[in-house]
């Protein structure tokens, strides 16, 4: 076994779980040249190693921790929303998984680490640069709101995209015709901020449009709704700047959307 803070080449590293995750991460560390083994699965048998890294659920991280224990210096998880209380450090990749995808996925994607020493902060950061990941600590006080915004960054965006190509499809549109416009929305947000970046009816205060927008989508009223409202909320922002929308900004699923200047919404952002 290895004591050094950042593990060294020859460090073995046993992969628990053998999902989408656990499967790219051995190929991962195997193509940087680092000793591995699995990904095993749950319940399998564990070498004696220096680090084993759980890709389990959140729910089974404690007694896979366990688990790993007896076999393993240290021991990591790679959940970006469950803190260090089972193990010793943890890394989490920014990024959505397939599960077939080659060694170079990793390569400049951000990862929050952490680690319950300094040691173990310098463990997860080897690990993490290792596999080409750019590492920002995240505690365990700010899991939560990093998990939300992960969530809203990509889970919640393929609801919202989901929406948009239901409606595309009643006009005879496919959804590739719809990537484009993702593709730059995302860029423009990455170089200016929403602010910036945002266009189309709202932006513009052409209520004529959003009204008819709402009622070619009433089955989907609830989430236009709620979409709209905090879409105002940032096109009344500076650009550069980042916009809390209070809850009482975002309409009550089935209401009109208000327009600028109503009754509705002075009281919503009072």
Same mark, same amino acid.
Request: proline letters at 7%; one cysteine or more; charged letters at 15%.
């Given at each position: ?163 948009? %190509? *239901?409606?595309? #499809? ?5 959804? !590739? $015709? =719809? /990537? &484009? @416009? ?24 052409? %209520? *004529?449009?959003? #009204? ?5 989508? !009433? $089955? =989907? /009223? &609830? @989430? ?38 109503? /009754? ?7």
């Amino acid at each position: 076994m290895h004591s050094t803070p950042a593990l060294p080449s020859e460090t073995t590293i046993a992969i628990v779980g053998a999902g989408r995750l656990g499967g790219v991460l051995a190929r991962a560390l195997h193509a940087a040249g680092v000793e591995i083994v699995g990904p095993l699965r749950r319940g399998e048998p564990i070498p004696p190693v220096d680090l084993a890294i759980l890709c389990v659920p959140d729910a089974a991280i404690p007694a896979a921790a366990e688990s790993a224990r007896g076999s393993a210096a240290r021991v990591a998880h790679v959940s970006g929303a469950t803190g260090l209380g089972d193990v010793d450090l943890s890394i989490h990749p920014l990024q959505t998984f397939t599960g077939t995808e080659s060694p170079t996925v990793f390569c400049g994607v951000g990862a929050a680490i952490d680690g319950r020493t300094a040691d173990d902060r310098a463990r997860a950061a080897w690990l993490a640069t290792t596999l080409g990941l750019v590492p920002f600590r995240v505690d365990d006080a700010h899991r939560a709101s990093y998990h939300a915004a992960a969530s809203f960054a990509s889970n919640f965006v393929l609801t919202v995209l989901d929406a948009a %190509e *239901e409606l595309a #499809a009643t006009a005879g549109v496919d959804r !590739a $015709h =719809l /990537a &484009p @416009l993702v593709r730059q929305t995302v860029d423009n947000w990455t170089v200016s901020g929403a602010a910036a970046a945002l266009t189309g009816p709202i932006a513009r205060g052409d %209520e *004529e449009t959003v #009204a008819r927008q709402r009622a070619a989508s !009433a $089955h =989907l /009223a &609830p @989430l236009f709704d709620a979409l709209a409202a905090s879409t105002r909320a940032i096109a009344r922002t500076e650009p550069g700047s980042v916009v809390a929308v209070p809850r009482s900004a975002v309409a009550a699923p089935g209401s009109a959307v208000a327009a600028p200047g109503s /009754a509705a919404e002075n009281e919503a952002h009072a």
